[in-house]
């Protein structure tokens, strides 16, 4: 649209036409307060505290509501307007109980923020205040009525942002209450985003009320370890008895992909962390039962046994499977000592969509892979597959967004009438396992239309439509595999523009298959068996294919395999091994707590989760982002520490499975007085540049310049990584990807409550689900 | 849920009205209270289900209009102005009168379910002040004795 000229205090303004006046102003650094503006939501104009002075117009005007206009003159601060605004904070505060003191919000309340700006301390009310109890609305969402001021946030972001509509306004004037769905409680997905979005301290989560002050925790940006989605989350930590405890999740700075959008499990679900439960010492078995036992005591017997099976039956005979929670860095630490340090290419994980097809079918295209940010900027996306509401939250939140923003068309096939078809422009429903037929009828295949049902000038319609869209992003569950991969990316060769995305469900499944957790590709998805980058970069490392993880299982059964490595996985119960054939093997496995895995294991070693330690995740749709050290449990160390401990009580020298160390020393000019800024500019660009002196073998970043050097895709700023940017990875380099099993791809069929893995030792997952059960889904009649 | 023919005929006839379903809810509502007395969870549940709303939606919109009610209200729902003009002709006698007559108080009803009263804002009858609005008929320039007839009018026509 055009652009517009208006001039606020005195600054001349140049802004698109259909720019909000308030949007208009903060883009040339002029802050108007608001409490019920909220950037897209829609418009309310309730609060009254966006005020200006626009020339010529008779009285105040509500910033958030005015669309500038040419010439327009505006005066945002002015006796006039400080009075209007102390007036509507005085209005505010009639029926406000004023408890900061003991209230959640103090210290980041923006009623408090105003009341310090327009000060309206005095009041002339001297009537007694409205007064209600708080009320529990589900385990945890808590409603304090008195404090709250009626912006209507809440409602709006669960209406629209949601799509759950769980809350409401009822009656009229002052006496207007916010409202869950059922009464007096909530029937909602259980996202939070009402608590995060209250400018007060209104609505209050069960999970951190009246538990700190915001100035107590330190605030550590990071990515959230639960689904594949990779959102931006705050973690709030302090100091406890066991090192520092989470407290908080949100992502109120809106950093990252997903804005301030987070789900339950990202608001709430850290607390696995905090579970009594966490292994704190390493265990060894001895006379049959797991003792605990020092680190050193550990580590040298492990050495000792790996190196004594490796000398004596070969490397085949010990097996590894690697994590999808890990960060990128242990993953290809991981296989490189899989492959280096103990000769083997037995190593494989826990496998959920098929990626190896998936870059071999896109191999040699560039911008082909979508990102999170394109789903949420795609004129049209095609969700093929998976229900996004319940194992991809974000996915769901940015095509709700797209579509309601920015008038994005979304196609769903589906075999369920999952809940995003509310937002769908069409919505074909097909029986279940047809999802690969479908795929095929796009590419051409007219006859897979026999097993996909309803009408074939429907289908043909739907596929016309699609190949007239630009840009489509096209997102598919791990129905899809192989073949139907193949097929779809055939048809997508025909839309010009459009991009993949291949959802897979833990938090770093994306970069397990990257850094080549598979017996048969290396990192990049490169073929074991043909020489290349890796072979020359490590020496000789076994070109035969390894055993995959079920193999593993028939391997240790029929006594070939002496030993396996466990790190940061459930193999027994995930794929339902059965325990006793791995009774001959030196089992060692790394986890924070005694899984039906670990409970068989001959060494156990405590080990940090990813909200304990430093590195980078690769999230479903490729977008690499870092990892920080938010909590710490006195007693764990992380994975990567405990792969290069091993590797060095086996007599290895570490400096050939991680390149740190190189250089002595650096000068970093002065670090104190009047050139101290010296320093910093040095560190900032060695940073930028990965130049940063590794002084460690347990720095991951060492390892991460060697992933960005070797592994196709991984090639991107370091200076955007480090900003706490995501950097989109890709496939054009990649493979070629050798064919895999596809049954061995085992969705992890988590829901929005419930994910096997990490959520089992989460309280607030565990709250929320009995809640949802003991409430009776219909009354029942008394007799 | 079952509502007079009557009532279809003009619900059908709303829906052309609007560009939004939504938009009927208000007369909507107003036409089922009058039928069904008051609005009941299971007229909410029906007229949410036919106006593609959530429950919640509709109970906002009943909470925010006085006239309209989710309790059983007597058979004549006499209500009774107070506002500026009939109060300064007698408004306030005439509802304490009302008061002490039926026995009962604001939003009250009688035992026999035959009147319920209340204190309103301006019905919009102030050249005519006092005025008392019964169901959807109105009385003006009321005393305490005319408002006597008026109740002992409803009473025999039961």
Redesign the interface.
Known sequence: MADVNITVDGKAVKTPAGTLLIEACKSVGIEVPSFCYYPNLSLQGACRMCLVKVEKMPKLQTACTTVVAEGMIVTTDSDEIRQARKGMVELLLGNHPLDCPVCDAGGECELQDMTFSYGAAESKYIEPKNHREEQQWSPVVFFDRPRCILCYRCVRVCNEGMDV????????GVSSII???NEDHLECEECGMCIDICPVGALTSGSYRYKTRPWEMNHVGTVCTHCGDGCKTTLGVRRADTGMEIVRGDNRDKSGINNDFLCIKGRYAFDFANHQDRLTQPLIRKNGQLTPATWEEAFELIGKKFSAIREKDGGQAIGVIGSNHTTNEENYLLQKFARVVLGSNNIDHHRTADFPAFAAALRGRANATASMRDVYNAPAVLLIGNDPTEKHPLLAWQIRSNVRLHRSRLYVVNSQPIKLRRQAAGFQLIPAGAEGAFAAFLAGEDAALASLGGSKDGWTALRDKLKTEENLVIVFGSELREGDITALVKFGSAVPGAKFLALADYANSRGAADMGLYPDLLPGYLPVAEAGKFHQEWGGIPSAPGLSLPEMAESAKAGKLKALYVVGANPIARFGIDPFVFSKSFVVVQDMFLTETAVIADVVLPAANAYEKSGSVTNTSGDLQLVKKAGEVTGTKGDFEMIVRIADAMGFDVRQLVPFGRGTRADMGQTRGAQSGEADRHAVWLEANGLELKMSPFDPMAILDEIQRLVPGYNISRLALLSGNDQQTNFAASGPAVAQKPELIVPAADGLFRSGTLGRYSHTLHSVMENKDRQPSEEVAAD | MKFSEEFEKRFADMLTHYPTKRSCLVPTLLYAQDEAGYLSDEVIAELAGRLEL????V??VI??Y?MLTTKPRGQYNVQVCTNIACMLRGGEELLEHCKKKLGIGHKGTTPDGQFSLEEVECIGACSWAPAVQVNYDFHENLTVEKMDKVLAGYQEKK
């Open positions: 509509a769980a809350l409401g306004v009822q009656n009229r409202a869950p769905n | 959530t429950e919640l939606d109970r906002n909470s925010y006085s």
